[in-house]
């Protein structure tokens, strides 16, 4: 037992010898870091600046002097970082000696930083942490000068969490855009949209430019993205709360550009750019199949007709294949109907003024060609067929937008305890689009469609050519005006009146023309050159036929019906205008009176 008790003391002692050593040795190797922080503006010393070694937890504050130590570092080369609160990090790299003392002395700039984010919400700007639910918050005017902002729905592309935007295809396309997912499998999807505190029309679809088989406009994108200084997305039931249940589908809260004071500033840019179509369209596929003992077109495939043995005859032996071909005819130089667009913008922004009157005035013009045009086979049919000496250019590229908007913006202080806003824009545009999609004289249609070989007489189209296509033009004029007025009277400290007052007034005119094409008749396959020898061939009733459906006004009323026309087979082709008002005018004032109960409320949130 005594032999025990003292191997074990004599272990502790070689033990706590061994501990003892090593950090001797460890505190032999480390040094100290000193020094002084200050203002490189002026060279005063900063007090309650934080001094940290990099790569270390070692941390110290400097006092009233500005200085710091830090102990225990360790030997070799380390990297001293000092920060303070309204001024720019500096860090210098500095060589520890073991047991010595290194000066490190450091001087930080002046450097801003934000205070509270404030948001825009229905009761009013607020402090973005005292807001309980997820508001996005998009820097639009950052955005359009670094990327190829073409209209409004593009600032929302992947730009804010849970909103998925489906773009357009073609020019003056709407896009769809969904706030966390789609809500409703048969209601509306869009959410709703805020311009400086007013409501502005927004809907896909709008003007009846066409039911279906063509990409209708949408109306916020009639708004110039350049005036946009920042943009919020309220999601979810937040949204029905601050703004009422038709906002379910999540709201968009744009505001605009506002004057500073101080000298005008001035701001003019210009845009050039080229619009192509890089997606691979698949092939047109045929069976081809024939007979030995039955000539008839129906059971013989011919460049010219429509009989082929697809799968589903030869497994259960209706037919044989003889060979297969596949034409591509978006790939064939001679008979694609895309080419390369072209868009350019131009626009002028200036915005200054006082403490008591500040402004902001923006006018931009813009023109884009769409990327879709009439191949050279079609054009020189037209051109054989009408006996011109050109294609209307509308009809060699019929997809285009032309637009100009007009913006101003005032605010003026008469006084500490009055505050008055105006906001208005004015837009004009021109929109013009093909029959593209789930139309009979489409143009996905005809092309994906075709007989899968070149030389079906319509260069592998289905059943119409571009000539004949291009030839209904599809259109819109509209001339847009947004006003509001905004006062703010505060008598004392403790209430407030406010009176707003805007409207939105939109006035479209869809056009629908379609020229003389002269072309294959549906009934007999027969290419007329005169309109008056297709209309005697058939006695005067009309084959290609095109109704219109009962137009309906900007509040629902069914309008007068339209008789159905032969209008290819005119010889001035047929042409109708349409005015039609989505919103004939929108006119509102409130007034809001807020005093000290109303101001401590806060809105339900979800």
Known sequence: MRFAIRSTLRAALVLGG?????????????????????????????????????????????????RYTLSRVPGGQVTV????????????????????TAVVDLALALSPYSLDEVVITSTGDQAKREVGNSIARIDAAKL??????????????????????????????????????????????????????????????????????????SRINDLNPEDFESIEVVKGPAASALYGTDAANGVVVIKTKHGQPGKARW????????????NDYPDAVRGWRSSTTDTSAAANSRPTNGTQCILTQVASGACVQDSVTRFNLFQDPQTTPLGTGHRQQYGVQVSGGSDAVRYYMSGEWEDEIGQTKMPQFAADSLLGLRQISAVPDDQLHPNGLRRTSIRANVSANPNSRIDLEGSTTFITSKLRVLPSDNNTTGLLSNALGGPGNKT??????????????????????????????????????????????????????????????????????IVYAEPDHHVAHHGGRSVLQDQERPE?????????????????????????????????????????????????RRPARG
């Open 18 to 66: 061994l501990v003892g050593g090593v950090g001797a040795v460890a505190l032999a190797q480390q040094g100290t870091v000193a020094g002084r922080v200050t203002d490189q503006a002026n060279g005063q010393p900063l007090a309650g600046a934080r001094v940290t070694l990099m790569g270390t937890s070692l941390i110290a504050q400097t006092n009233v002097e500005g």
């Open 81 to 100: 970082r000092a920060s303070a609160v309204g001024f720019g990090a500096a860090s210098r790299v500095v060589t520890v000696n073991p047991g010595e």
């Open 144 to 217: 359009v000068e670094t990327a190829p902002i073409t209209n409004v729905t593009d600032l929302l592309i992947a730009k804010a969490a849970g909103v998925d935007v489906l773009p357009g295809t073609v020019t003056g396309a709407p896009s769809r855009v969904r706030i966390r997912g789609t809500n409703s499998l048969s209601l509306n999807n869009e959410p709703v949209y805020f311009l400086d505190g007013i409501r502005v029309t927004s809907q896909n679809r709008s003007s009846g430019v066409c039911d279906v088989g063509c990409a209708p406009p």
């Open 267 to 278: 701001t003019v840019y210009a845009e050039q750019g080229a619009i192509s179509d890089n």
């Open 456 to 525: 079906n007489g319509r260069y592998g189209y289905r059943a119409f050519t571009p000539n004949e296509m291009f030839s209904e033009a599809i259109g819109q004029d509209i001339n847009r005006f947004i006003g509001s007025g905004t006062g703010r009277w505060r008598p004392t400290s403790w209430l407030s009146f406010q009176l707003r007052d805007y409207q939105d007034r939109l006035q479209a005119g869809r056009s629908h023309d379609v020229l003389p094409v002269y072309a294959r008749c549906q009934r007999d396959g």
């Open 552 to 600: 309906r006004g900007a509040r629902g009323e069914s309008g007068g019906g339209r008789d159905d026309r032969d209008r290819r087979g005119h010889p001035h082709g047929a042409r109708e205008h349409h005015g039609v008002g989505d919103r004939g005018r929108v006119h509102r004032a409130a007034i809001r009176v807020q005093g000290p109960a109303l101001h401590q």
